[in-house]
Nanobody, 113 residues
């Protein structure tokens, strides 16, 4: 299971840190990452990170968001800085294992003045 946390409401240019803790299975050797889904939009990839720490970001968040992981804690993080109203979405963490994608429950991020 993946449990996401850290969402909330923030003003533009603010910061939030999302966490996603895995339990019941070891994902330390698997790709983990974050998607988001804005109201009325399709789910889109935000960032992912390999077990070795290689990262990839969507163009819209590159330079503002940082994904990291702590394999000992079976946890992936998303540090979000310089948030914009268009970052408002439900953020879902995921992990890929045995050819299957496991999803967290989503955490809402609202960026508004």
């Amino acid at each position: 299971q993946l449990q996401a946390s850290g969402g909330g409401s923030v003003q533009p240019e603010g910061s939030l840190r999302l966490s996603c803790a895995a339990s019941g299975s070891d994902f330390s050797t698997n790709v983990m990452g974050w998607y988001r889904q804005a109201p009325g939009q399709q789910r889109e990839l935000v960032a992912h990170i390999s077990s070795a720490g290689s990262t990839n970001y969507a163009g819209a968040v590159k330079g503002r968001f940082t994904i990291s992981r702590d394999n000992a804690k079976n946890t992936v993080y998303l540090q979000m800085n310089s948030l914009k109203p268009e970052d408002t979405a439900v953020y879902y963490c995921y992990a890929v294992k045995w050819g299957n994608t496991f999803w967290g429950q989503g955490t809402l991020v609202t960026v508004s003045s």
